[in-house]
């Protein structure tokens, strides 16, 4: 990606800027290495990297179309048709990637791309904001770009800057100079960079509502099936063998018994298909039954066949006897059970997203796992149940029972999650000062407190942090370990520390700070520095800090 940005050299190697001529006169010629500040008028410009690349890729996809529509035409073969619905995309990717563009100025952000252009004024565009997808996810990379919001509500994803690492040089400096020229030219409504991720309260929720959806539509599909399977497994557990007077038209409904030779096996793996072979291909040239049954049959066994409806039931030699499995309508039952119990998962990030709808986009909401409990238990009840009622049909007294005990155990763990889930607000923030300073509560011995600072410091080198200690006659200290003992210990100067808020996590803090945790931000003798921790532990450190 080719920025052009303010707060870079001027014929450096990643920028490329130049002043906005005022309107009547000739625009100046910029001069290398100087440097643009924020009073003048000034020009971003993004470029996607690998542009060449991009190119290339679309002009292949456009051969691969051309070649795949004339080779259909001659041919009518539809592998050919295939290929080209397969290049066309690749081919408009490429090249909507190659030509895109974006530019900024004083006027706002103007967009072109392959199919549209389009142009924001400054007036209109609310907040730039960072969106990530992807992340926590070790094999796939963590995919950023930036999203306009509009003063109405709406967003507009910027095609450029994007970046797939987390530490890119070229994205963060045209981020930097977009919202530079924002401030400069417009209003933001954040004094901060929003970032939005899968954990915020900004992030999508169509994805767990279209999973929700399609859980419970499989969960309804296999209930339907339920009494149509209870009733072909009592047919088969009650069919009789066929008689000579038996009706042709009922001779599916009974037992059918044909004789047959093996000729080979075929034992395969266990999840794929093992086959019996048989002489003569009579009554039929194969049968795919289990590994086991593939195993233990031989050659040259002979074997009775058991037919009904159409199909091979039972398969009895003289020492093993394979029977066909079929659904009974209890398993059934268990499927669309789990199926549902599934979608309470989805339905649980739509319950937490919907009660976190208030807050701002980019304040990280309370994690979903607590409700993870309450489906489980109720798994561990509920599933037995299911499969209970439908194949071995239980008294009244039992079923009514065993659902009454679930039940009260499912509500009160539910009420437990939603408890834990409840949005914490912090407490307003003491009023501006020195942290430092005695503490009216002196601790008596070393408490570890899992807590960190996310900036590095001279007291948290590298970030290597984990736990503040407090109390056993020293200053608290920044440690990596959770205890006991003070090695690698490193003193935080709380005279130098100055509280000035403290807020809930948010999407820019990043993924190591835990859903549930508060964020205090202090000023380290003019350097800003935030401190990580759960609510009352923080509340601990803060007050031992003052």
Same mark, same amino acid.
């Given at each position: 990606?080719?920025t052009?940005?303010?707060?870079?050299?001027v014929?450096?190697?990643?920028c490329?800027g130049?002043?906005?001529?005022?309107?009547?006169t000739?625009?100046?010629?910029?001069?290398?290495?100087?440097?643009?500040?924020?009073?003048?008028?000034?020009?971003?410009?993004?470029?996607?990297?690998e542009?060449?690349?991009?190119?290339?890729?679309?002009?292949?996809?456009?051969?691969?179309?051309?070649?795949?529509?004339?080779?259909?035409?001659?041919?009518?073969m539809?592998?050919?048709?295939?290929?080209?619905?397969?290049?066309?995309?690749?081919?408009?990717?490429?090249?909507?990637?190659?030509?895109?563009?974006?530019?900024?100025?004083?006027?706002?952000?103007?967009?072109?791309?392959?199919?549209r252009?389009?142009?924001?004024?400054?007036?209109?565009?609310?907040?730039?904001r960072?969106?990530?997808?992807?992340?926590?996810?070790p @094999?796939?990379?963590e995919? #950023?770009?930036?999203?306009?919001?509009? *003063?109405? +509500?709406? /967003?507009? !994803? %910027?095609? =450029?800057?994007?970046?797939?690492?987390?530490?890119?040089?070229?994205?963060?400096?045209?981020?930097?100079?977009?919202?530079?020229?924002?401030?400069?030219?417009?209003?933001?409504?954040?004094?901060?960079l929003?970032?939005?991720s899968?954990?915020?309260?900004?992030?999508?929720?169509?994805?767990?509502?279209?999973?929700?959806?399609?859980?419970?539509?499989?969960?309804?599909?296999?209930?339907?099936?339920?009494?149509?399977?209870?009733?072909?497994?009592?047919?088969?557990?009650?069919?009789?063998?066929?008689?000579?007077?038996?009706?042709?038209?009922?001779?599916?409904?009974?037992?059918?018994?044909?004789?047959a030779?093996?000729?080979?096996?075929?034992?395969?793996?266990?999840?794929?298909?093992?086959?019996?072979?048989?002489?003569?291909?009579?009554?039929?040239? @194969?049968?795919?039954?289990? #590994?086991?049954?593939?195993?233990?049959? *031989?050659? +040259?066994? /002979?074997? !009775? %066949?058991? =037919?009904?409806?159409?199909?091979?039931?039972?398969?009895?030699?003289?020492?093993?006897?394979?029977?066909?499995?079929?659904?009974?309508?209890?398993?059934?039952?268990v499927?669309?059970?789990?199926?549902?119990l599934?979608?309470?998962?989805?339905?649980?990030?739509?319950?937490?997203?919907?009660?976190?709808?208030?807050?701002?986009?980019?304040?990280v909401?309370?994690?979903?796992?607590?409700?993870a409990?309450p489906?489980?238990v109720?798994?561990?009840?509920?599933?037995?149940?299911?499969?209970?009622?439908?194949?071995?049909?239980?008294?009244?007294?039992?079923?009514?029972?065993?659902a009454?005990?679930?039940t009260?155990?499912?509500?009160?763990?539910?009420?437990?999650a939603?408890?834990?889930?409840?949005v914490?607000?912090?407490?307003?923030?003491?009023?501006?000062?020195?942290?430092?300073?005695?503490?009216?509560?002196?601790?008596?011995?070393?408490v570890?407190?899992?807590?960190?600072? =996310?900036?590095?410091?001279?007291?948290?080198?590298?970030?290597?942090?984990t736990?503040?200690?407090?109390?056993?006659?020293?200053?608290?200290?920044?440690?990596?370990?959770?205890?006991?003992?003070?090695?690698?210990?490193?003193?935080?100067?709380?005279?130098?520390?100055?509280?000035?808020?403290?807020?809930?996590?948010?999407?820019?803090?990043?993924d190591?700070?835990?859903?549930?945790?508060?964020?205090a931000?202090?000023?380290?003798?003019?350097t800003?520095?935030r401190?990580?921790a759960?609510?009352?532990?923080?509340?601990?450190?803060?007050?031992?800090?003052?």
């Amino acid at each position: 990606m080719r920025t052009v940005s303010p707060d870079c050299p001027v014929g450096s190697r990643q920028c490329d800027g130049r002043k906005t001529a005022a309107p009547g006169t000739s625009p100046r010629p910029p001069a290398v290495g100087r440097m643009l500040h924020m009073n003048s008028a000034r020009e971003v410009i993004c470029h996607p990297q690998e542009k060449g690349l991009w190119w290339i890729l679309g002009g292949l996809g456009a051969a691969a179309t051309v070649v795949a529509v004339g080779l259909w035409a001659a041919s009518g073969m539809v592998a050919w048709l295939v290929v080209c619905l397969l290049s066309v995309p690749t081919c408009l990717t490429s090249l909507n990637r190659a030509t895109a563009r974006v530019r900024a100025d004083a006027r706002g952000l103007h967009v072109r791309t392959l199919l549209r252009r389009w142009s924001l004024p400054w007036s209109d565009v609310a907040d730039l904001r960072v969106r990530l997808k992807y992340e926590n996810t070790p @094999r796939a990379p963590e995919g #950023r770009w930036v999203v306009a919001v509009l *003063r109405d +509500g709406r /967003r507009r !994803r %910027l095609p =450029l800057p994007v970046s797939w690492t987390p530490h890119d040089p070229d994205f963060h400096t045209a981020l930097d100079a977009l919202r530079a020229l924002h401030r400069h030219h417009g209003t933001p409504e954040s004094d901060h960079l929003p970032v939005i991720s899968s954990r915020t309260a900004g992030r999508g929720w169509a994805g767990a509502l279209a999973l929700c959806v399609l859980l419970l539509a499989g969960a309804g599909l296999a209930g339907w099936f339920v009494p149509g399977t209870g009733a072909t497994e009592r047919a088969w557990k009650s069919a009789v063998p066929c008689t000579a007077g038996t009706p042709a038209e009922d001779r599916s409904e009974c037992l059918t018994t044909l004789a047959a030779v093996i000729e080979r096996t075929e034992p395969r793996r266990p999840r794929e298909e093992s086959r019996l072979y048989f002489t003569g291909a009579r009554p039929m040239r @194969r049968l795919a039954v289990s #590994r086991e049954a593939a195993q233990e049959f *031989r050659p +040259g066994d /002979r074997v !009775r %066949l058991t =037919l009904w409806r159409g199909e091979v039931r039972t398969v009895t030699g003289e020492r093993y006897v394979w029977q066909d499995h079929m659904a009974g309508a209890g398993e059934v039952a268990v499927v669309a059970t789990g199926l549902a119990l599934g979608a309470g998962y989805p339905a649980a990030r739509l319950l937490i997203r919907l009660r976190g709808r208030r807050r701002p986009d980019d304040e990280v909401l309370p994690s979903a796992l607590p409700f993870a409990v309450p489906l489980v238990v109720t798994g561990l009840w509920l599933l037995p149940l299911s499969h209970a009622y439908f194949a071995r049909p239980l008294g009244p007294t039992a079923a009514l029972t065993w659902a009454a005990a679930g039940t009260l155990v499912s509500l009160a763990l539910l009420c437990w999650a939603w408890r834990a889930t409840r949005v914490r607000v912090p407490e307003a923030a003491p009023a501006s000062g020195a942290a430092g300073g005695p503490s009216a509560d002196a601790l008596d011995g070393e408490v570890f407190v899992r807590a960190r600072f =996310l900036e590095p410091t001279d007291y948290n080198p590298h970030s290597f942090g984990t736990h503040i200690v407090l109390g056993g006659g020293a200053p608290p200290a920044v440690i990596p370990h959770p205890g006991p003992g003070r090695y690698a210990a490193r003193p935080i100067p709380v005279d130098r520390l100055t509280l000035r808020d403290v807020r809930r996590a948010r999407g820019s803090d990043g993924d190591t700070v835990p859903t549930g945790w508060h964020v205090a931000e202090l000023d380290d003798g003019g350097t800003p520095v935030r401190l990580a921790a759960a609510p009352a532990d923080l509340a601990r450190i803060l007050d031992r800090l003052r």
